[in-house]
Every structure is written in C-alpha cells, then in structure tokens.
C-alpha cells in the first residue's frame, strides 16, 4: 500500500464516522470518540500536506452551513475542510478538499436512476432493477422541483441554469434565476448561461468545453470554462437526485445511474456520451462535496479547483454507472427512450409508431414499428433516430424579438440590448409557458413600458410560421429515407409527443398533415391515451408533466438499441383489418 492509497481509505473511513456521528441512532460513538475523529482528520490533512485546522483557526471557526433547498439529511456536513468561503483569489491560493466518500461507499444494484441532462430542464427517475419487474410498484419518481424550489413549481423539474455572481460566487438551479432575475436593470452587460447543455451541441469535440467563459457569465478574474459550468450543474442536480433518494427514498445516494443524450450523429454522440460519463462521475464528488452549500453560491476560485481535482479520480468512479451506459458508445437516444414507456408496456401500441421529442435545444424523431401480438415488449426502429435544432429556445429568440417590436419609440440598439437581456434573465420560458396557456399576458419592460402579448398574434407572426414549416420539412426528410416498402406499415399510424414543447400548437399540428413513404400517402394519429398504462396510477401532478418526464422514465426501462434491431424494410405480413362494417353469421 502506497501513501495515496492510504490516504483515500482514511478519508473515506472519516466520512463514514462524520455521517454516524450526525445519524440519529450513531452505531460508532461508543468505539471512537469525537476527539479521536479529530486527531484522525487533524493527521490526514498533515499527509496531505494541507494546512490545518490549528495553522488557520478563522477557517476552523466557520461553524454554520445553509441547506440544500428543503432537502433536510443526516448527510455529512464537514466534508470540506479549510476553505475560506469569502475567497475569490486564484486556485492556488484557495486551500480545501474534495469529498472522497464516493469512491469507497459500498457499490448498491437494487434500482438504477436515469438522468435527463435537458437544455432547459433537467429531470431524474429511478427504477427497482433486482427483483423488479416493469409494474408501477418498480418505479420511483424523483421530486428534484421540490428540492430546487423551482421558479415554475414543478415538483419534478430543474432549470439547467448557472449563474456567476459579481461577488464570485456560483449558482444553479432556482438560485441562478432567483439571483439574477433583477440583474440588468442599471444595463449592465451580464448574461446567465440558461442552456449549459447546448455547449455540448455546438461543440464538435469535448476540448472546445475547455474554451473560458465570456465577462457577461464570469465577471471575475478567474478562468472558468464551459467545462467547470457543466460540471457544476451536473454537480447541483446529482445532489439533488443523491439527497431525494436518501431522504425520501431510502436509498443509496451513490444508486448507479445512465442517462440520455439527443439523436445528434453518431460522431457527436460518440464523443459527448464519452464527455459526460466523465462528466457525471466527476458530478458526485462535486456534490458530495459541496452539499448543503448552494443557497450562500460556490466560491468560483473552489469551484475550478476542486473540478481539476475530481477529474483526477474519474477512472475510479466506474461504479456510478449503469452497466449498460458504460457499454453503449452512443448512448441513449432521446427520442428511444420517450418511447419505450409506451412501447415496452402498453398493449394498444402497434404498427408504426413515431415519437416527436420537442426539447429546449433540439427536437429528436425516432420511427418504430412494434409487431402484432400479445402483450407489449418488443419495438424495433425503423431507422436511426434524428435531433434537427429547431426547437424551444428557437422559439424563445422569436418571442423576444416579437416583445421587442411591441415596444413604442424605444427603437436604438442599446435600448432594445437591455430589454432582450432583461427579458431572459426573468426567465423567458416563464413568459413563454404563461402565453401559451394564458392566452394573453402583460410583460413589465425596463424601460417602466408595459407591453401586451397575444398568442394567435405571435402564432400568426411569420417568424413562427416559418419555425413550424422548418419543422415540418425536417419530419418530412426524416421520413422520405425510410424504406419505400415501409409504407405498408402505415395502415393506423400513431404519433407520440413528448418534451417540454409537445403542446406547442404548430407541433400538434403535425398530426393533422398528410405524409409519404415512398408511394404511400398517410395520417399519423395521436394514440386514444395519452398516458402510459405503466405510470397511470401516478397522482396528477407527475401525470400533468409526463410529456416532459418521458425521457426520464422510458431510460429507465430495458434499452433498445437501435443499430442491433434496425428493421430498415418491410419483410411482409398482413396488417391488421381494421373495423369490420359487418361480417357473415349465417354459413360458417
């Protein structure tokens, strides 16, 4: 046994002691002491060559810590030693230590969870694996909305926000938007970085994430890259995932997880699957190591640091995955996994079934074709699954532009620069869902002008029109390189919409027009439910958000892979005959 090794174990064998200590019913406070617990902690921070508590007693003296959002666990709450959390000087000036207690927490394979890192909300579900089967009983819903606080109230979503404020100190989730929702009003040039997600879209490979952030997301002096903000969500939103299954769940907050990425090509995939495995392992010693501290923000300073420092320990974290991420080089697909729900388990999907995933960043489509039969269980795609980027934040950048030409003699760049970022940093989705459900919504501008916005207006603005024509040209293409025998398939087509846009007006149109593989012209049909028979005794609540929880959940459930099942023609067999108008009785 080397030194380091030695290290990690006494580190790890700290936080088990730290955490009975804080347990209700401690079960070592009889065998070691708190003093003992000290001198343990005092000798590993002396092997690690990191100053004590007795070389700095103002670091020592920090006494108090606020929780994370109503999330109240017996959690460890000195896992990070000595760091000054007024610092913003440069890393190597900012003494701390990350949390090691992942890598030698005992490994639990009783359920998986399933994390949608979405562009504009992220969400999680988990699922029993051993001993389970595919009932309702088997399935877990994680509350990650009521943890944040959520500016919209969803119980089950987190905005994918991080803010840097100018004190230095970062953000995520509710407190990125709460914090910098009246950021802008003296014009102040700051931007909040609502879609950390998209860097990863945009990106054709995973060092361009090493790329700094712009003084409108980072006012300090600090170099912080879209690579640190990534990983500092991911780090916010694993904790909330870690503290839901813990407290309310009972569960193992080191609960092996996968998640989904959108049907980008197979190139991007490939290296962003890649990246975020990484990135999600990183996230839990992140998160183990700044719980209960995101309401006071993280010091950008120890944010860096203690990044550079988890990603030294990534190769040891392999048991935070699901087995079957970590042997999947594409990952999941979006638009697979919003449909397995349905096509896994419910017994009226049949014949061809396309899924629409209307996301923030991208929308995804992904074609199936589920075989007659009893029961459900087997889908096979009928080709790969496809992102197009129109999608919600597009809509976004068309609502403020149409605000902007509501406004009355306000006219110059430097006006309108303000009211856009104003408009964004008050959470523009917020305006956008209130519109859509509302009818008509009063918007207050910086410019002390109120403005009125009117659904069938903005529906009927060109922009919007031109935004559903795109849509509909990119489902069009995606269906024109289907196999033309296919089209006998067609017979009572059904359509899926799921993600946070699917009831967008002109995404439901999509099931009104007519469509063609090859000869053949058809119909897509929403199915008669719009809620999967596997979660339909869930309260209300989750139900009314299912469209945007359909990633999470169908992730959860046995993968299909696309390139091994691909059925890319029509191999026969006579499709079902629909309603008889009559039929003989008399003869047989």
């Known amino acids: 046994m080397n030194l380091e090794t030695a290290q990690i174990l006494l580190k790890g064998l700290l936080e088990r002691l730290r955490a009975d200590a804080d347990a209700e019913k401690p079960q070592y406070g009889a065998v070691v002491a708190g003093t003992e617990r000290q001198a343990l902690d005092f000798l590993l921070q002396y092997l690690s060559g990191k100053p004590t508590a007795e070389e700095h007693p103002a670091s020592a003296a920090r006494e108090t810590k606020p929780t994370v959002a109503q999330a109240q666990t017996s959690f460890d709450e000195t896992s990070v030693q000595g760091v000054d959390i007024e610092t913003t000087a440069k890393p190597t000036e900012v003494p701390y230590s990350i949390n090691l207690r992942a890598l030698s927490e005992n490994k639990p394979n009783s359920h998986i969870v399933c994390i949608d890192f979405g562009t504009a909300k992220s969400k999680a579900f988990a699922r029993r694996i051993n001993g389970g089967g595919l009932g309702p009983e088997d399935l877990l819903e994680m509350g990650l909305g009521r943890l944040d606080g959520d500016m919209d109230n969803s119980p089950y ?22 914090l910098s929702s009246d950021y802008g009003l003296d014009g102040k040039p700051r931007k909040r970085l609502d879609s950390v997600k998209q860097q990863l879209s945009h990106a054709s490979h995973e060092h361009q994430l090493l790329e700094p952030l712009s003084a409108a997301f980072n006012p300090t002096s600090e170099a912080l890259t879209f690579e640190d903000a990534i990983c500092f969500f991911l780090a916010y939103l694993t904790d909330l995932i870690g503290s839901d299954l813990e407290v309310r769940h009972k569960l193992s907050r080191y609960t092996p997880r996968r998640f989904t990425v959108p049907a980008w090509s197979d190139e991007q995939r490939e290296w962003a699957t890649s990246t975020l495995r990484k990135f999600l392992k990183r996230a839990q010693i992140l998160a183990d190591t700044f719980h209960d501290r995101w309401s006071e923000g993280i010091p950008v300073a120890e944010v860096r ?53 209307v996301g923030a960043g991208t929308t995804d489509f992904a074609l199936f074709l589920v075989p007659q039969g009893p029961g459900g269980g087997k889908a096979f795609p009928l080709r790969m699954s496809e992102a197009v980027r129109s999608a919600g934040d597009r809509v976004d950048d068309i609502l403020v532009q149409f605000i902007l030409s509501k406004m009355d003699g306000h006219t110059d760049t430097e006006t309108q620069a303000r009211v856009a970022a ?72 059904l359509i899926l919409f799921t993600g946070g846009g699917a009831k967008l007006p002109f995404v439901a149109d999509l099931a009104k027009k007519t469509w063609k593989i090859g000869d053949t012209a058809f119909r897509f049909r929403p199915p008669t439910k719009l809620i999967p028979d596997i979660i339909a005794d869930f309260d209300d609540a989750f139900l009314a958000e299912y469209g945007q929880l359909a990633v999470a959940i169908g992730g959860t459930l046995p993968l299909i892979d696309e390139k091994k099942t691909l059925q890319g023609e029509w191999f026969g067999g006579a499709q079902p005959p629909g309603k008889l108008e009559s039929f003989p009785t008399q003869g047989l």
Do not use: C
């Open 157 to 178: 979503t987190v905005a994918s926000s991080v803010w840097v404020s100018d004190e230095g100190r970062m953000f995520a989730g509710s407190y990125a938007i709460k």
């Open 305 to 357: 640091n203690a990044n550079l420092e988890a990603k030294k320990l990534e190769n040891q974290l392999d048991h935070l995955l699901d087995g079957q991420i970590k042997d999947s080089p594409l990952g999941i697909s979006e638009p697979i996994a919003a449909g397995s729900a349905r096509l896994s388990t419910d017994r009226n999907m049949r014949n061809m079934v396309l899924v629409v995933d």
């Open 422 to 493: 104003q408009l964004r940093l008050r959470n523009l989705r917020t305006y956008k869902r209130r519109l859509f459900n509302e009818g008509i919504i009063e918007i207050d501008l910086v410019t002390d002008e109120r403005v009125i916005v009117d659904r069938e207006e903005f529906l009927d603005s060109k922009e919007v029109k031109a935004f559903g024509k795109t849509l509909e040209d990119r489902l069009a293409s995606f269906l024109s390189a289907v196999h033309p025998s296919l089209g006998a398939a067609t017979q009572d087509a």
